[in-house]
C-alpha cells in the first residue's frame, strides 16, 4: 500500500533501534512494518492493552511470547489478559492431554513475566479499570475490541495476536483505521422501532438481533434507530456485540440516544449514511432458529452461561429467576464462564452460591466452548449465548438450541427444552 513516509519521533526511535532493549526493538519492529501496510503516517501513544494471545494454539505462539521475556521486554502500558486454556482456580476442570496442558500453562506464565495483569477474561470491560471516552488503546478479542470501541466510546482497530502484546510493550499503535474519528462514522441505518420494548427487554434477544446486524452489514458501522433507551444496559450491548462480532466483522456501531458518539453527535437517524434497512422480530426469531441446531424436543444435557463472561448483574438476574425453585435436573449441567473479579463480587452478594447449591458449576480463566470441559456425554446444549452458538459447534461438536436466560434455567430444571414464545414477540 502507498501512502506518505512514517514518521517516528526521537522516543520511537530509541525504541527501534534497541536503545530501549532488544526485546522492545523487536515489538517495535512488528508495529512499524504493521503501520507502513496501513499507510500510516505516524505512531500513536496508547493508554492500555488488551491481549487475546494468551490462548495455546500451538508451539508457535508460546515460542513468541517467550521470546520476548527473554529479550526483557516488559509492557509499557497497564495490560490485561483474555481467556487462557487453562482453569487455574479448578484443576483437573479443563481436559487437556499434558502435551496441550503444559504449554498452555507456559503461555499463560510467558505473558505474566512481561508485566501483563491475570485478569484471563474476554470481558476486561467488567473491571473497575476500563478506558473513558476518547482514550486510544489496543485491544484484541472481537467482543472486547466493539465494546469499547461503542460502549465505552474509546478508540481501538482489531488488533490480533502478536500484534496486541508488541503495542503493549511500545505503547504504541499505528495511527489509522478505527483511531480516526472520520472513520468512525455510520455507514448504515438500521430501523429497530418494530421491535417491541418487552422483546428487547432480554439479552437473548439482542444477541441475536447482533447476529441479524452483522450479517447485514458485515465490516461497516450501522446506526441503529427507534430504540428505546431505557430498555438498554450493559449486558444487552455485549450480547449484542458480541454476535455481530463474531455473524460479521462489526469492530463498531452505534444507537441513536444510547452509544456516547452517538449522544455527542446528536444522531438521531442515518443522516448521510447510504442506506436504511427496517429490522423486524420475524428477523430476529429467524436468527434463533438458524442458531438451534439440535432438535428442541430431545433430552437437554447441558446449558452453557456466560460468553462473553458473566457479568455481576447477570449473577444476581439468575439469583433471582432461581429463587424458591428447585434444583438443576440431575443430567442437564448449568456450566457458568466468568472472571475471577466478577466471582469474587458474586460470592461477595451470595449470587453465585444461589446457583452452586441448585447444580450450576463455575468456570474462570477460560471458557466453555474454546477447551474441552463438556464431558462427551453433553451433546444438546442451551445457551442464551450468540457467540457460544455460533462457535461451540464447530469447536467442540455439540448442537445447540439458542433461548433468553429464563427459557435455558426453566428447561435445566425440567430438563427438557421450554421455550417462552411471548419473550420473541
Not at 522492545?24 to 500510516?40: K, S
Not at 490485561?80 to 479443563?94: E, F, I, Q, R
Request: with cysteine.
Amino acid at each position: 500500500m502507498n501512502g506518505p513516509a512514517l514518521v517516528l519521533t526521537p522516543e520511537e526511535e530509541a525504541m527501534l533501534d534497541g536503545g530501549r532493549g532488544p526485546g522492545t526493538a523487536m515489538a517495535m519492529r512488528i508495529v512499524v512494518a504493521v503501520a507502513g501496510v496501513l499507510g500510516a503516517d505516524r505512531l500513536m501513544p496508547i493508554t492500555g492493552a488488551h491481549i487475546d494471545a494468551c490462548l495455546y494454539h500451538g508451539q508457535a505462539g508460546l515460542d513468541f511470547a517467550q521470546k520476548l521475556a527473554d529479550l526483557g521486554a516488559k509492557v509499557a502500558v497497564p495490560t490485561t489478559l483474555n481467556t487462557s486454556s487453562l482453569d487455574l482456580m479448578h484443576p483437573g476442570l479443563v481436559r487437556l492431554p499434558p502435551s496441550e496442558a503444559v504449554p498452555a500453562r507456559a503461555l499463560m506464565d510467558a505473558y505474566r513475566a512481561l508485566g501483563a495483569r491475570a485478569t484471563w477474561t474476554c470481558a476486561p470491560y467488567q473491571s473497575t479499570e476500563r478506558p473513558a471516552f476518547g482514550e486510544n488503546i489496543a485491544w484484541a478479542e472481537s467482543n472486547a475490541i466493539v465494546f469499547a470501541n461503542s460502549v465505552l466510546g474509546a478508540r481501538t482497530e482489531r488488533y490480533g495476536d502478536f500484534l496486541d502484546i508488541c503495542a503493549a510493550v511500545t505503547g504504541r499503535v499505528p495511527h489509522a483505521g478505527l483511531h480516526m474519528g472520520e472513520h468512525r462514522m455510520p455507514a448504515i441505518e438500521l430501523d429497530c422501532s418494530p421491535l417491541s420494548s418487552e422483546m428487547l427487554g432480554h439479552e437473548a434477544v439482542w444477541a441475536a438481533l447482533g447476529g441479524v446486524v452483522g450479517r447485514l452489514v458485515g465490516e461497516k458501522i450501522p446506526l441503529l434507530t427507534g430504540i428505546d433507551p431505557a430498555v438498554v444496559d450493559e449486558d444487552k450491548l455485549k450480547a449484542f456485540g458480541a454476535t455481530a462480532a463474531s455473524s460479521g466483522g462489526v469492530a463498531l456501531f452505534h444507537i441513536a440516544g444510547v452509544t456516547p458518539e452517538a449522544l455527542a453527535a446528536g444522531w438521531d437517524s442515518g443522516g448521510d449514511a447510504p442506506g436504511k434497512t427496517v429490522i423486524t422480530p420475524a428477523l430476529v426469531c429467524a436468527m434463533r432458529d438458524e442458531l438451534t441446531t439440535a432438535d428442541p424436543a430431545a433430552p437437554l444435557d447441558a446449558v452453557a452461561l456466560g460468553t462473553p463472561h458473566f457479568s455481576v448483574k447477570e449473577f444476581r438476574q439468575l439469583a433471582g429467576l432461581l429463587e424458591g425453585g428447585p434444583s438443576f435436573r440431575p443430567g442437564c449441567t448449568v456450566w457458568i464462564n466468568t472472571s475471577r473479579e466478577v466471582l469474587e463480587q458474586a460470592r461477595g452478594d451470595g449470587t453465585a452460591q444461589a446457583a452452586e447449591e441448585r447444580g450450576a458449576r463455575i468456570v474462570v480463566d477460560t471458557c466453555t466452548y474454546i477447551t474441552p470441559i463438556l464431558g462427551p456425554e453433553e451433546r444438546s446444549v442451551m445457551t442464551p449465548s450468540g457467540k457460544w452458538a455460533w462457535y461451540a459447534p464447530m469447536n467442540i461438536g455439540v448442537d445447540i438450541i439458542f433461548g433468553t436466560m429464563a427459557e435455558c434455567v426453566d428447561s435445566a430444571i425440567s430438563g427438557k427444552v421450554v421455550r417462552h414464545d411471548q419473550q420473541w414477540t
